[in-house]
């Protein structure tokens, strides 16, 4: 027999096994380990134990577990929107009904809250768990790779919203690109580092509490104002089980309606270009950032500095009043 429940203090070295046998299940090398949990998930002040479901059966135990929640500071998506964090379940032949049941119930959770629409995997650029710990840092939504995530989420009456694509670069290979344009933004800017980590206000140091935010800006030399600011995350070296040696940033700053020819466009590319360097002397070995593929200006950006696409993606969404209530 199984039955769905909150989730209890003794239930971590249970998350840390099922996230394992999840991602092993379509090879990814992704793992949430006992220590990450506490210190990227469970130790976040906006944490709730009633969000984060347990499947458990009376003979095997703990067989799933399901994260819902909302991002009350949401930007895209809307601050009443519900967002499926995180679904897991341990492969098996009755992996498909244990899916079902954990989305079941975070959906009718989610209506009590009043939610009457829901995204999932993450919430894209709104995503609040798992940064630093997930592909694609969360913000990837269902992987490409993950068949079975992809046909549970269907099956629950998620459609597909927003595609998305993790971008990745070596910083042994990289090399900041120069011609005449690069040279004259160098030229007419200043690219420094902002001290301390409170530019993203409150919110943004609970989100991120468990790794070293940097934020950058470029100023201008003929108008001295800043013209971009940069915000770069690292997951914090002290916490086991976190990819500590790759650095992640976020293209949401740079506006989709800029022309492809816009003077932004190269300041944006000269102030990662900066960022990427330092990087590099701080023996950073990776850099990702999760874009929008529609949006061409982001695309013309990486590929600029070299970057080349690691995962694909899809944000799903489901319009809750149009179920009925169980």
């Avoid at 004259?184 to 200043?190: G, L």
């Amino acid at each position: 027999m199984r039955s769905i429940r909150s989730f209890l203090n003794l239930d971590t070295p249970d998350l840390a096994k099922i996230w394992h046998l999840h991602h092993r299940a379509y090879g990814s090398k992704s793992d949430c380990t006992v220590v990450a949990w506490d210190h990227a998930v469970l130790a976040k002040p906006f944490f709730r134990n009633e969000q984060l479901l347990m499947a458990e059966d009376t003979s095997e135990g703990i067989v799933g577990f399901a994260h819902w929640g909302k991002n009350p500071e949401a930007q895209c998506v809307g601050k009443d929107v519900g967002i499926l964090h995180r679904l897991c379940v341990r492969p098996g032949e009755d992996e498909d009904a244990i899916a079902s049941d954990l989305i079941e119930a975070s959906v009718q959770a989610m209506k009590l809250e009043g939610h009457e629409r829901c995204v999932g995997i993450g919430a894209f650029d709104d995503s609040i768990y798992y940064i630093g710990v997930a592909e694609g840092d969360g913000f990837l939504g269902v992987h490409s790779s993950d068949a079975r995530l992809l046909r549970w989420m269907q099956a629950g009456g998620f459609r597909p919203e927003q595609a998305t694509e993790c971008w990745e670069l070596a910083l042994s290979n990289f090399k900041p690109p120069m011609d005449r344009t690069q040279i004259s933004v160098h030229r007419n800017s200043i690219v420094s580092r902002i001290l301390g980590d409170g530019h993203g206000g409150w919110w943004q140091s609970v989100v991120f509490g468990h790794c070293d935010l940097s934020t950058y800006q470029l100023v201008s030399k003929t108008k001295p104002m800043v013209e971009l600011r940069l915000t770069i995350w690292t997951p914090e070296v002290f916490v086991p089980g976190v990819e500590s040696w790759i650095a992640r940033l976020s293209l949401s700053a740079v506006g989709s309606d800029l022309a492809n020819d816009d003077p932004r466009i190269e300041q944006w590319i000269y102030l990662i270009s900066e960022c990427l360097r330092l990087l590099q002397t701080e023996r950073k070995q990776m850099v990702q950032v999760v874009i929008d593929p529609k949006i061409p200006q982001h695309v013309q950006i990486l590929q600029r500095l070299g970057f080349k696409t690691k995962h694909h993606g899809m944000v799903m969404s489901r319009e809750l009043s149009l179920f009925e209530d169980q």
